[in-house]
């Protein structure tokens, strides 16, 4: 359990592990069973639907007495707060006239909700009422109500999991998680996402530095992304290199999981530029369902255009002072210059339709193309 995971808009980090959970509901059953040993009657276990079903479930497989099983449903929290009243949603959902019952609740907190039960229970005509619970916040619990039996006792946080819910989810991890307050607010943080688009000579490089020191981002291109999983030699890193090695093409999943990676571990940063990602449609799709996981979406598309003959003449120019003139001749560059229309038309199209795309003149000069980006960046 070394993964946070997020419910709703709150982050929760490990903190009981199901090891230590069960051996508390070991505990708790061997007192039981003590109490309860050679007993002639059949006591009621009174499931307090629905955050304590995995407890009840865990603890009657280890009750070595004859019990049936009774449910009843109260809510008293209202995402993460008491509210202090104890709504019954249902019912005893049998009769506990005359009969033992122990009272199987998930976590204690103030107590209003065992003050209740108890006198729901006895005013159904119990004969004993006991109280079983798995958690106790001995912070918070002020009430004179004993409670006999207690897993466990916690600090006053917020956890989820073994039955225990954030707005009706999280119940079904087996470990326990506590509300992690700083990712929460990073996560709520709404982060700057921004593609970055233009044909070779644009000057994306150049643009790219100035956009990441000025808003505080992380540059993130695929190509320098796979050269550092590779020799980073993280499992995507391998799996890259294997494809590579072998002369295949690295697959959209394999990209799409170091650009996720990226955005779940780097830090400290405003947003991320990504340069060289999406590249076609699907992965435009991907991207937005990844973001959308988070409540995050794309900011805005940059895209530096120049007219394709300045292109050419920059490639050219480039290409000279590199000293690899041969390589820039007319036909590789107009044939570069066709891939990538090609390949961003579609693109241009998907983040224009959603209000996103924004197109820079690039043939000015260094400064004025940045200050043209810099005022299109301020609009989102
Ligand atoms: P009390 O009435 O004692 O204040 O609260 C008891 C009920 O509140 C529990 O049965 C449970 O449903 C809910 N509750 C209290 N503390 C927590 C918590 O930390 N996490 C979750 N998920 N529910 C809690």
């Given at each position: 359990m070394n993964d946070s995971i997020i419910l709703h808009d709150k982050v929760f980090k490990p903190y009981?592990?199901?090891?230590?959970i069960i051996s508390a509901i070991d505990g708790v059953a061997a007192k039981i069973n003590a109490d309860y040993e050679g007993c002639t009657?059949?006591?009621?276990?009174?499931?307090?639907?629905?955050?304590?079903?995995?407890?009840?479930?865990?603890?009657?497989?280890r009750l070595k007495f004859n019990v049936e099983l009774v449910s009843m449903k109260l809510t008293s929290y209202d995402g993460v707060r008491s509210t202090g009243k104890v709504r019954q949603v249902m019912g005893?959902?049998?009769?506990?006239?005359?009969?033992?019952?122990?009272?199987?609740?998930?976590?204690?907190?103030?107590?209003?909700t065992i003050v209740?039960?108890?006198?729901?229970?006895?005013?159904?005509?119990?004969?004993?009422?006991?109280?079983?619970?798995?958690?106790?916040?001995?912070?918070?619990?002020?009430?004179?109500?004993?409670?006999?039996?207690?897993?466990?006792?916690?600090?006053?946080?917020?956890?989820?999991?073994?039955?225990?819910d954030y707005n009706e989810i999280g119940r079904n991890y087996k470990d326990i998680y506590v509300l992690d307050p700083v990712a929460t607010e990073?996560?709520?943080?709404?982060?700057?996402?921004?593609?970055l688009f233009g044909p070779p000579g644009a000057g994306k490089g150049t643009q790219a530095a100035a956009m990441v020191e000025k808003y505080n981002l992380c540059h993130i291109s695929t190509g320098e992304l796979l050269r550092?999983?590779?020799?980073?030699?993280?499992?995507?890193?391998?799996?890259?290199?294997?494809?590579?090695?072998?002369?295949?093409?690295?697959?959209?999943?394999?990209?799409?999981?170091?650009?996720?990676?990226?955005?779940?571990?780097?830090?400290?940063?405003?947003g991320f530029l990504l340069d060289g990602f999406p590249r076609t449609i699907a992965q435009a799709e991907a991207l937005d369902a990844m973001l959308a996981k988070n409540s995050q979406e794309v900011t805005s598309v940059v895209s530096i255009m120049i007219p394709d003959k300045m292109i050419t003449?920059?490639?050219?120019?480039?290409?000279?002072?590199?000293?690899?003139?041969?390589?820039?001749?007319?036909?590789?560059?107009?044939?570069?210059?066709?891939?990538?229309?090609?390949?961003?038309?579609?693109?241009?199209?998907?983040?224009?339709?959603?209000?996103?795309?924004?197109e820079i003149d690039g043939t000015g000069s260094i400064e004025d193309v940045r200050s043209k980006i810099f005022a299109t960046m301020d609009k989102f």
């Open positions: 009981l592990s199901y090891d230590k009657d059949i006591p009621v276990l009174l499931c307090v639907l629905n955050g304590s079903i995995v407890f009840t479930g865990e603890l009657m497989k005893l959902s049998g009769s506990v006239k005359g009969k033992r019952v122990i009272v199987v609740e998930d976590i204690v907190d103030t107590g209003n209740d039960l108890m006198d729901i229970v006895l005013g159904e005509g119990a004969s004993d009422v006991r109280i079983c619970t798995m958690l106790l916040k001995p912070e918070v619990y002020k009430k004179d109500v004993k409670l006999d039996y207690v897993g466990m006792e916690i600090p006053n946080a917020f956890i989820v999991g073994f039955g225990l990073q996560l709520n943080e709404k982060m700057k996402y921004y593609i550092k999983e590779i020799a980073a030699g993280s499992e995507l890193g391998l799996k890259a290199k294997a494809l590579i090695d072998a002369g295949a093409l690295v697959p959209d999943e394999v990209v799409e999981g170091m650009i996720e990676n990226q955005f779940k571990t780097v830090k400290g940063v405003k003449e920059r490639i050219k120019h480039r290409a000279t002072i590199e000293g690899r003139a041969d390589d820039a001749n007319d036909a590789t560059i107009a044939n570069r210059i066709k891939t990538y229309h090609d390949k961003t038309e579609p693109l241009i199209g998907y983040y224009r339709k959603a209000g996103k795309y924004a």
